[in-house]
């Protein structure tokens, strides 16, 4: 009360036994009750984690409908987008994105370094034809740093547009 401990009676001491046994017992309850409750975990590989429409995770950019108007790679705040293109020849036949929108220049690299992405979505919100998304897909580990860099004109990540981008568009049905 006034700064001093109380006296330790006999009485004292066994109420403080009698208060641990106690404190413990609640925490053991609370322990023990979910023991017994249903399983909170999911069997990974088979069965997936459902994540929200809005993630941000993987991107994935459809080169095809790429206008290379550079607009991704220049409000990236971390540097992680690296884009080349150069001027279509003028007898070149007219190409056009799945919008409509004219395709003025050839995209010669169309590089995402994802070990340095900080996912925040600016480059996506930026993009005129919508080609570059955030995808749904989460599982994208590697080994190596290196592994993580994602050259996009190559067959086998155009080939994910039916992987990724697939699983977009029945999670939107």
């Known amino acids: 009360m006034n700064g001093q401990p109380e006296e330790l009676t006999v009485s004292r001491y066994f109420k403080n036994i009698a208060d641990g046994v106690i404190s413990a017992l609640k925490g053991m309850k609370i322990t023990f009750s979910y023991n017994f409750r249903a399983s909170q975990c999911i069997e990974y590989p088979e069965e997936r984690e459902v994540v929200a429409d809005k993630t941000r995770a993987r991107l994935y950019n459809n080169v095809d409908d790429c206008i290379s108007c550079n607009q991704c790679a220049n409000i990236c705040p971390v540097d992680c987008i690296y884009l080349a293109a150069v001027k279509r020849p003028k007898d070149a036949p007219a190409k056009k994105t799945s919008t409509g929108s004219p395709i003025r220049l050839d995209l010669k690299q169309y ?3 994802n070990a340095l992405c900080c996912f925040c979505g600016l480059c996506t919100s930026v993009c005129p034809t919508k080609c570059l998304t955030h995808s749904n ?37």
């Open 137 to 173: 897909d989460y599982e994208y580990t590697q080994y190596n740093v290196d592994g993580l860099m994602y050259d996009y004109l190559s067959p086998e990540l155009r080939d994910w547009k039916e992987r990724i981008v697939g699983k977009q568009d029945a999670i939107a049905e």
């Open 111 to 113: 590089t995402i370094d």
